[in-house]
């Protein structure tokens, strides 16, 4: 265990919120002697017969045991943006719960949202939901308010996480929220997330932008439909599997890079309020050579790609400060990173 203990000692100060509902306790990252680096995690409850082993996540997952929360194998990871607009939970049994800590926290402790029924603000649309986080299929892990309170979110972790190139972990979560514009509707959209960098590379799947439709609170999903949400997202995150490793494994120089980055902002196209042609590129050309988590995708299409996503995500907020996660998961963001995922599956198929 020389080597987990190595891995630990890289994460000094850091913490995890107790869990005293969890089977295992988290241990730290490991790495094969392929490279391939792996969670370690300690048994512990007691009236399981392979209590006190040392297991990784799928064997946890084979047990049906529930995974703790665990700690990225990346210690120098910024916080995301969503964290700093949202509240860390501690595995809420119910969407309910999750949004009254949210409140709590954002000192808005009003459900209603502008539309007249209440259900949206007090998280119960969200409740088809809770049937999952029982059978250990979802954790409830982040959750927030969006302005006055008129729309909630809840960012739930799935079991498991795409290993790309080895080491380059992300992370596999389903964005619950209401509509911003005020309206008594609610969606589930896929939403993987970079562990490296926090990139939230949320509707860059053609198709997969949302799991569930948006529906109206007055004829919310009920269990069975959440169940179907959740295959549907098992097959959806299988096929980025393949697409985002496919993109690791394809190099491409400066030149084509140079191409891909004025392909996405022509020199005749500039936005209103948009980021302006020289700086997008410019920035984007350097985050490729040495943003956050740049040593595991440098040189290749994944690399240019979350370039994008990182400009997107973490610099080009100033012009949607107001709301900042609109513009991530659903505004100009959003439509940008989309954009850049089409063209960069248009270079690998070339």
Same mark, same amino acid.
């Given at each position: 265990?020389?080597?987990?203990?190595?891995?630990?000692?890289?994460?000094?100060?850091?913490?995890?919120?107790?869990?005293?509902?969890?089977?295992?306790?988290?241990?730290?990252?490991?790495?094969?002697?392929?490279?391939?680096?792996?969670?370690?995690?300690?048994?512990?409850?007691?009236?399981?017969?392979?209590?006190?082993?040392?297991?990784?996540?799928?064997?946890?997952?084979?047990?049906?045991?529930?995974?703790?929360?665990?700690?990225?194998?990346?210690?120098?990871?910024?916080?995301?943006?969503?964290?700093?607009?949202?509240?860390?939970?501690?595995?809420?049994?119910?969407?309910?719960?999750?949004?009254?800590?949210?409140?709590?926290?954002?000192?808005? @402790? $009003?459900?209603? /949202? =502008? !539309?007249?029924?209440? +259900?949206?603000?007090?998280?119960?649309?969200? %409740?088809?939901?809770?049937?999952?986080?029982?059978?250990?299929?979802?954790?409830?892990?982040?959750?927030?308010?969006?302005?006055?309170?008129?729309?909630?979110?809840?960012?739930?972790?799935?079991?498991?996480?795409?290993?790309?190139?080895?080491?380059?972990?992300?992370?596999?979560?389903?964005?619950? @929220? $209401?509509?911003? /514009? =005020? !309206?008594?509707?609610? +969606?589930?959209?896929?939403?993987?997330?970079? %562990?490296?960098?926090?990139?939230?590379?949320?509707?860059?799947?053609?198709?997969?932008?949302?799991?569930?439709?948006?529906?109206?609170?007055?004829?919310?999903?009920?269990?069975?439909?959440?169940?179907?949400?959740?295959?549907?997202?098992?097959?959806?995150?299988?096929?980025?599997?393949?697409?985002?490793? $496919?993109?690791?494994?394809?190099?491409?120089?400066?030149?084509?890079?140079?191409?891909?980055?004025? %392909?996405?902002?022509?020199?005749?196209?500039?936005?209103?309020?948009?980021?302006?042609?020289?700086?997008?590129?410019?920035?984007?050309?350097?985050?490729?050579?040495?943003?956050?988590?740049?040593?595991?995708?440098?040189?290749?299409?994944?690399?240019?790609?979350?370039?994008?996503?990182?400009?997107?995500?973490?610099?080009?907020?100033?012009?949607?400060?107001?709301?900042?996660?609109?513009?991530?998961?659903?505004?100009?963001?959003?439509?940008?990173?989309?954009?850049?995922?089409?063209?960069?599956?248009?270079?690998?198929?070339?």
């Amino acid at each position: 265990m020389d080597d987990l203990a190595k891995t630990d000692a890289r994460m000094p100060g850091r913490s995890i919120l107790p869990d005293p509902d969890s089977d295992a306790t988290f241990l730290g990252w490991q790495e094969s002697l392929s490279g391939d680096i792996f969670p370690l995690y300690t048994i512990t409850a007691e009236d399981h017969p392979s209590c006190h082993s040392t297991v990784s996540d799928v064997s946890l997952r084979k047990m049906h045991l529930r995974t703790p929360r665990t700690l990225s194998p990346y210690p120098e990871t910024k916080p995301s943006p969503w964290h700093s607009l949202g509240i860390e939970l501690n595995h809420p049994r119910t969407a309910r719960e999750a949004i009254a800590l949210a409140r709590r926290d954002n000192g808005n @402790t $009003s459900a209603f /949202n =502008g !539309t007249g029924d209440e +259900r949206l603000g007090r998280g119960d649309a969200f %409740a088809f939901f809770d049937a999952l986080v029982e059978q250990r299929e979802a954790v409830y892990e982040t959750a927030g308010v969006h302005g006055l309170g008129d729309s909630v979110w809840i960012l739930a972790k799935l079991p498991g996480y795409i290993k790309v190139h080895r080491n380059d972990i992300v992370n596999k979560y389903l964005l619950l @929220t $209401s509509d911003h /514009n =005020g !309206t008594s509707h609610v +969606r589930v959209k896929l939403t993987p997330i970079r %562990a490296v960098c926090h990139n939230s590379l949320t509707s860059t799947f053609p198709g997969a932008e949302d799991v569930l439709a948006g529906y109206a609170v007055q004829t919310m999903p009920d269990s069975a439909q959440a169940v179907e949400a959740l295959t549907l997202s098992h097959s959806l995150y299988a096929q980025l599997d393949l697409i985002f490793n $496919s993109m690791a494994a394809r190099k491409i120089t400066a030149e084509q890079l140079r191409v891909y980055v004025e %392909a996405l902002v022509p020199d005749n196209e500039e936005a209103e309020n948009g980021p302006t042609t020289g700086t997008f590129r410019e920035s984007v050309l350097q985050l490729h050579d040495s943003g956050r988590g740049a040593d595991l995708s440098r040189g290749t299409l994944w690399g240019a790609l979350n370039g994008v996503i990182e400009y997107t995500d973490h610099m080009m907020q100033g012009a949607d400060s107001t709301d900042p996660l609109n513009s991530i998961w659903f505004g100009r963001g959003e439509q940008l990173k989309l954009k850049a995922f089409h063209l960069a599956e248009q270079m690998l198929r070339a």
